[in-house]
């Protein structure tokens, strides 16, 4: 187990959220954007229009600044504070799918060498040569995609991993081909938006064809991706689909999602068919930030409905391992730490906290929400997810029966003894404003 890392009030999941969803942004315009270049580069050359060249030149310097630049730093971002955050998940992404991220580096240096060369050297090389460099960049950013779907997708639906250990077994889990083709589907929607919103700026003849382009590419990523979706919730294992329906927050994200994707559809059907000549530079923001939101929506309900776990069937939210994996030779904590108590377990905190006695009791109650609760909730008034305003008034003893019961499927179950279940309902009591108890109740278990 690593130490803890407290991000009042916010949350660490929100920040996590918040660079993430950033990220997909660049990422997927990096991803998907060349694939739109090469066809209107091949277009440009056999028509000769030089102001379609032109406009390549500002979207492919674009594409250097804004993907390469913020998507880097957001990318970097999602590593620092997912790994201060989760270190337990990403040393199990590591030492399962280590090999995986070389080779997905491999392909992201090929990117950043193809997309160097490819704006720079604009007028300065044989034309056929110059449109093999945008393929190659193309097709090295679409493996990339490959090789980090399946790692993501491991997270959600581990497949034979939990029986086997097994890289491959883990990789091409039941949700990979859905979710592989619904990313490259919006990475074309993605990068069509994009491509909308530079060609806006455009000046010359060059900005009609593109945006006609720029929305029929947008709009058959867009309508391939709602197919792909569907397949992918027919693939979601039963806990998914139950958090799906139950829990109202995923509900409200997902309506989010949909909203933003027919409104986006819309805007690529009159860009499509030629009457978009209405759109300039802050329209095509507008519609920017409705992706953004499109996203976050889409989003929220792919990291809620694999709660209560970190990695389904292993490691629960609060990185406690939660079940015995044979095949890795790793024994259930939750058990261990039910026989024993969590504080002896836990290194990182002082001795005399390790044991709880009527001296600590809310000291050692502290650590323990800290360890199991902080995962989803802060816990300061006003925070988000805030347990003092969800446990309002709530009192020690119906604290006891609320952790003894958390038989919500997105809630992982108190693990510990009952001595630190006691604790930890007495320090949730102390910060909800209820009844606290007696030290002796929280030590013997009566008064």
């Known amino acids: ?48 229009r030089p102001e379609l060249l032109e406009f ?20 970097v971002g999602i590593w620092f504070a997912a790994t201060v955050l989760s270190p337990r998940a990403i040393s199990g992404l590591i030492h399962t799918y280590v090999w995986g991220w070389a080779a997905e580096w491999v ?8 997309i160097y060369v490819y704006y720079y050297s604009f007028d300065k090389i044989s034309p056929k040569v110059h449109l093999r460099i945008g393929l190659i960049y193309a097709v090295a950013a679409w493996f990339s995609m490959v090789i980090i779907t399946g790692i993501l997708g491991f997270m959600m639906t581990p497949g034979g991993w939990l029986e086997t250990g097994g890289f491959f077994s883990g990789f091409f889990n039941q949700t990979y081909w859905p979710q592989l083709l619904f990313r490259t589907s919006m990475m074309f929607a993605i990068a069509g938006c994009y491509a909308a ?30 197919v792909f979706a569907a ?31 027919v409104l986006l559809g819309g805007y690529f059907f009159l860009l499509a068919s030629g009457r978009g000549w209405f759109v300039n530079a802050w329209i095509g923001t507008a519609m ?43 024994a259930s904590e939750a058990e261990r730490f039910n026989r024993q108590g969590l504080l002896p377990n836990y290194p990182f905190i002082p001795e005399q ?40 008034g709530l009192d020690a003893e119906s604290a006891v029966y609320l952790l003894d019961d ?42």
């Open 1 to 48: 187990m690593y130490p803890l890392f407290e991000i009042p009030i916010v949350g660490g999941p929100i920040l996590i959220a918040a660079i993430a969803t950033f990220h997909i942004i660049p990422s997927h315009v990096a991803t998907g954007a060349f694939w739109i270049t090469y066809f209107i580069e091949r277009k440009a050359l056999r028509e000769n």
């Open 56 to 75: 390549l030149k500002k979207l492919s310097l674009s594409i250097l600044i804004f993907c390469f630049v913020t998507g880097s730093l957001t990318g």
């Open 107 to 114: 392909f992201f240096v090929i990117e950043i060498v193809a």
């Open 197 to 226: 919103l530079v060609a806006s700026t455009l000046r010359n003849g060059g900005r009609d064809t593109v945006r006609r382009i720029a929305g029929r590419w947008g709009l058959v990523g867009l309508m391939a991706s709602g």
């Open 231 to 261: 397949w992918y919730y027919l693939a979601l294992p039963a806990n998914a689909l139950e958090n799906l329906a139950s829990i109202g927050y995923v509900a409200i994200m997902l309506k989010l999602a949909i909203v933003a994707a």
């Open 288 to 330: 920017m930030v409705l992706l953004f939101a499109g996203i976050i929506g889409g989003e929220s309900v792919r990291e809620f409905i694999r709660r209560p776990y970190l990695i389904p069937g292993y490691m629960y939210s609060n990185q406690i391992i939660g079940h015995e994996m044979a095949a890795k030779e790793i």
């Open 353 to 392: 906290l390790a044991t709880v006695s009527e001296e600590n009791f809310l000291a050692a109650g502290e650590v323990l929400v800290k360890v199991e609760c902080l995962a989803c909730h802060t816990l300061a008034k006003g925070g988000r997810n805030a347990l003092p305003d969800i446990l309002d």
């Open 406 to 447: 958390l038989s919500r499927s997105y809630m992982p179950p108190f693990v510990g003894n009952a001595t630190e279940q006691r604790a930890a309902a007495a320090y949730l009591a102390s910060i909800a404003g209820g009844e606290l108890p007696s030290a002796r109740w929280v030590v013997k278990g009566d008064e």
